[in-house]
Every structure is written in structure tokens, then in C-alpha cells.
């Protein structure tokens, strides 16, 4: 368990805190000072002596980057590629599939991550093929049982979004993973919510392909993100882009090389890749369970906090466990004007969802918009009131 001075010392050297009260960790967490000074070496170092003559050096580091990567995935760092953004990589990953016939289908939770869905909705759109959503439990939580009685020949993937983007919901990813292996449909998991937050087993949930970006609760810099691709999959992968990296020019055809790389560009952000190493190796050496005990205690307490206030709404669905997304709505108020009042009025800043992250799930619940105030380790009671304090005060302005 983090104490409070191992929490003060993160604070201290992460320059965001004390300028602004941030709960928008689910869009983006601040990065730290260790994290800005391994962007900062590098790239002074390519201005100084040339961009690829600075990265020589610190070939190493970013292959401790990926083992480190590996390790918080429990998973070989062979099978982690190194892509600009979750949603990027995951398209490369679906891409990469043998071509989608007509009359086949695609399986997805409803709390499907959007640009996930665009991807998969223009791909059916061009083969005829179908995009269906395996339905969920009681608690809005997705239903490895129906998925099981869905599954037939035609199913060509499963794709589930693990941690919702609008609310605390943690889906069951090993149940669906289990479903998955026993028909040997593959099977695509968006851990953009995860990463960093709560512990990762690509073994325990049984997926193919799995990816989630470095700027979110790893505290990453934006422009990183990691891409999974268990060996298996790789073999019967073609990555839709090529380059001189991923595979080897020859007379009759590319030779792809083996592991994960293949999904990597040529060339690379050395600098944004060191920054995301040491936010690797420093949430590892907080440990993931730290991390994850200390966000549920101070994500629950925020959710009671607001559940107290007239007028405010929490949205957050599933009945076990919750992530650190905490989304509610203030009768009267749009999400977005909740959002650039406690911005401008309060210096603290959260996220506005409208339907566009989750289209599924809003339409569903027939829901425009969420709040979501996302919780860190770094995060304090005292901010915590100082935003409770805040909404309570735009929810009676508005009451
Ligand atoms: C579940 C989920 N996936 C993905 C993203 C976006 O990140 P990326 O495109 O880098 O995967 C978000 C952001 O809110 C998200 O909540």
C-alpha cells in the first residue's frame, strides 16, 4: 500500500501538481519530472549530434522499455510493439487479419471503444460483413454466457473493451477469453483504461491482440502506446504497411520478420519511447497493486462524495469492483459545461464524454453525455473534497 509520503515524493516530482487539481487521468495523467527529463536528454542529444547517431546509444533503453512493457503485460517482450496510438496499433492488428468475407461477423461489448468501432464498422461496410453486440448482464457488464451461445462459423472476432471510456465498469475479460479460446474465434482487447491502473495478464484473459496508450494512467507522454500480439496470431498476421524494419526485401515477396516489430513504423520516436520507459519502470517499481489498492479507495470515496449532492447523477455501471472513472451529470448542466466551469472557475480539470467514445453504450442507456473524473495515485483527499466541492457548488447554481 502507497503512504502518504511515497505518495508526497510522487507529487513533488511530477511539475503538474499545485498548478492545476487533475482528475482527467483517463485522458491523459500528468507525466513526471524523470519521465520529462528522458524526452528532453534525448532529443537534445539528437539536436546536438544527429538524430540516429543519438540513438545508438540507447538501443539498450528501449529495449529495457519493451521488457518492462512486457512485464507489466506478462508477456514475452517479442509479442509488444511500440505504436503511436492504442487505436492505431489496433488497427494495424485488425488489418492484419485475413480479409473479412461477406455474411461473416464481428462480435463487440456494447462499452466498444469508437474509434474501434469505425475501424471495424468501414471494414463490414466494404465485405458485406456484420458488426453485432454480445449483450450484457443485468449490471450493464458484458455477458460471457450470451456471447457463448452467439458464437457460430461466421464469427471472425471478439473485440471487447475492457474498462469502459465513460464510467467504472471493469467488463470480465477472462470469462470472454475463456468463450473465446474454446471456439478459437480471435479475440482483441482495448486495454487503453488498464494500462497502469489496475494488474494486466494477457495469460489470464486469453486474448490475441491486446493495446492501451502510454499517456493515460502510466503517465506516459502522448504519441506512445503498446501493442500485444501473441505469437500465434502473428503467424497467421500480414500487417496491411510494411517498411525496411518490419521485413526484409526479397525478389518474390517481403520476409516478415517474426515478432511484434512487424506492427512497429521504421522509424521511431527514441525520445517519447525513453519517456514511456521510465514511466514503465516507474510504475512497476510502485508496483501495480499499490496503485490499483490506492485508486479504488479514492475513486469510492469520490463517488460517495457525489452521490450526496442534489442534483448529481453517477453513471457508472457494473455491480463488483470499479475502475478509477468516475462519470456522473448535474441535472441542468451539459457535460461539457461541467467540464469548462470546473476548468475555469476551479482550476481542476475532468472529462466530457458525448456519445462519439462509446456510441453503443450511450445509445443504450440513452445517454448524451457524461462527466468523468478520473482518479490517480497521485490525487489527494483534499482534492478530492476541493472537487466534490466544486460540483456541489455548479449543481446548486443550477438547482
Ligand atoms: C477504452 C479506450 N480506448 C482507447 C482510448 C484512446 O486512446 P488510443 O486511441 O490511444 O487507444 C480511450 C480514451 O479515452 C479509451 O477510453
Not at 516507474?282 to 489498492?293: C, K
Amino acid at each position: 500500500m502507497l503512504d502518504e509520503s511515497q505518495i508526497g515524493e510522487l507529487r513533488r516530482e511530477t511539475p503538474g501538481i499545485g498548478k492545476i487539481v487533475h482528475f482527467n487521468h483517463s485522458g491523459a495523467s500528468l507525466m513526471s519530472q524523470p519521465v520529462l527529463d528522458a524526452i528532453h536528454a534525448q532529443l537534445r542529444r539528437e539536436a546536438e549530434i544527429g538524430p540516429h547517431e543519438a540513438h545508438v546509444p540507447v538501443m539498450a533503453q528501449v529495449e529495457t522499455a519493451r521488457g518492462d512493457a512486457a512485464a507489466l503485460l506478462g508477456a514475452d517482450p517479442a509479442d509488444i510493439a511500440f505504436v503511436g496510438s492504442g487505436s492505431t496499433g489496433w488497427g494495424m492488428a485488425f488489418a492484419a487479419l485475413p480479409p473479412l468475407a461477406a455474411g461473416e461477423r464481428i462480435l463487440v461489448g456494447r462499452q466498444e471503444w469508437g474509434s474501434n468501432l469505425a475501424t471495424l464498422q468501414a471494414a463490414a461496410g466494404r465485405a458485406g460483413a456484420r458488426i453485432e453486440t454480445i449483450a450484457c448482464r443485468g449490471d450493464g457488464s458484458v455477458d460471457a454466457d450470451a456471447l457463448d451461445r452467439m458464437i457460430d462459423g461466421r464469427v471472425r472476432l471478439v473485440s471487447l473493451t475492457w474498462l469502459p471510456a465513460n464510467g467504472g465498469l471493469i467488463n470480465d475479460a477472462a470469462a470472454v477469453g475463456r468463450v473465446t479460446r474454446r471456439h478459437g474465434v480471435p479475440y482483441f482487447v482495448d486495454a487503453g483504461q488498464a494500462l497502469g491502473q489496475i494488474p494486466v495478464s494477457v495469460a489470464d484473459i486469453g486474448c490475441d491482440v491486446l493495446k492501451g496508450a502510454g499517456r493515460k494512467f502510466l503517465r506516459g507522454p502522448r504519441g506512445t502506446a503498446l501493442l500485444y500480439v501473441r505469437a500465434s496470431m502473428r503467424e497467421r498476421m500480414v500487417p496491411p504497411f510494411l517498411n525496411v524494419v518490419a521485413a526484409q526485401w526479397t525478389p518474390s515477396a517481403p520476409e516478415i520478420r517474426r515478432d511484434a516489430r512487424a506492427f512497429e513504423s521504421g522509424d521511431q520516436p527514441v525520445a517519447l519511447l525513453l519517456g514511456l520507459g521510465t514511466a514503465l519502470a516507474q510504475a512497476r517499481a510502485i508496483g501495480i497493486e499499490a496503485i490499483r489498492a490506492r485508486i479504488a479507495i479514492l475513486s469510492d470515496e469520490l463517488r460517495a462524495r457525489l452521490a450526496e449532492i442534489d442534483g448529481v447523477t453517477l453513471r457508472d455501471l457494473g455491480d463488483g469492483p470499479k475502475s478509477g472513472l468516475v462519470s456522473f451529470d448535474v441535472r441542468g448542466v451539459p457535460a461539457d459545461a461541467v467540464r469548462s466551469r470546473l476548468a475555469a472557475e476551479y482550476a481542476i480539470n475532468v472529462g466530457a464524454n458525448g456519445v462519439a467514445y462509446t456510441p453503443l453504450d450511450m445509445i443504450a442507456r440513452g445517454l448524451d453525455a457524461i462527466v468523468r473524473a478520473s482518479v490517480s495515485y497521485l490525487n489527494t483527499q483534499a482534492e478530492l473534497d476541493r472537487l466534490a466541492d466544486a460540483v456541489r457548488k455548479i449543481a446548486r447554481q443550477a438547482g
